[in-house]
T-cell receptor, first 114, second 117 residues
Framework: GQQLNQSPQSMFIQEGEDVSMNCTSS?????WLWYKQDPGEGPVLLIA?????ELTSNGRLTAQFGITRKDSFLNISASIPSDVGIYFC??????????????FGTGTLLAVQP | GAGVSQSPSNKVTEKGKDVELRCDPI?????LYWYRQSLGQGLEFLIY????????KSGLPSDRFSAERTGGSVSTLTIQRTQQEDSAVYLC???????????????FGEGSRLTVL
């Protein structure tokens, strides 16, 4: 299946630590997104990036759209227990007025120890 | 509710049987997606419907898999002659598309967990 390469696969950290994860693709995208999935639920959008080089923050989350349009990273500062979950990157290539499908990364499992 | 609804939430079937999974997207959303999530794996794209356009079926893993979207709303994913490797959570998502700006935000259902014995 079509997936993006995401790393690391998993992270086990202490509460208060910062976290960084990234995503790479062999194809370019003009939208990068980061989703979080809690156990037993569907993923929920955290941050969306629309321009190469763009750096966007949402509270303790910061994400960047790589200048080559083939990569993105997500940082979480001062982690807390509720940050636990699976984080997915997603790339989208849209044109005209319609969107194209989202291709998701392989996911990063984050565990935070209080 | 107003979210994406999927049914059944859990399905256990025997190898070789056919199964149908249903998705009710958010009202007014023109795009509908099916993804498959295997244990410990990421989200594997299966199929994408956009309005009245021909669906993008490029992610369907074999001809045993098919999907329909009737009336631009409800979608059914059908798996024929199920195999054990079909066991996974099947996630449906919808989005509001057309024109700019487009957030690319997909709204996911809680998924249908399929177990093939």
């Amino acid at each position: 299946g079509q997936q993006l390469n995401q790393s690391p696969q998993s992270m086990f950290i202490q509460e208060g630590e910062d976290v960084s994860m990234n995503c790479t693709s062999s194809s370019i995208f003009n939208t990068w997104l980061w989703y979080k999935q809690d156990p037993g639920e569907g993923p929920v959008l955290l941050i969306a990036l629309y321009k190469a080089g763009e750096l966007t923050s949402n509270g303790r989350l910061t994400a960047q759209f790589g200048i080559t349009r083939k990569d993105s990273f997500l940082n979480i500062s001062a982690s807390i227990p509720s940050d636990v979950g699976i984080y997915f990157c997603a790339g989208q290539l849209w044109y005209g007025g319609a969107t194209n499908k989202l291709i998701f990364g392989t996911g990063t499992l984050l565990a935070v120890q209080p | 509710g107003a979210g994406v609804s999927q049914s059944p939430s859990n399905k256990v079937t025997e190898k070789g049987k056919d199964v149908e999974l249903r998705c009710d997207p958010i009202s007014g959303h023109t795009a509908l997606y099916w993804y498959r999530q295997s244990l410990g794996q990421g989200l594997e794209f299966l199929i994408y419907f956009q309005g009245n356009s021909a669906p993008d079926k490029s992610g369907l893993p074999s001809d045993r898999f098919s999907a329909e979207r009737t009336g631009g709303s409800v979608s059914t994913l059908t798996i024929q002659r199920t195999q054990q490797e079909d066991s996974a959570v099947y996630l449906c998502a919808s989005s509001l598309t057309g024109g700019l700006p487009n957030t690319g935000e997909l709204f996911f259902g809680e998924g249908s967990r399929l177990t093939v014995l």
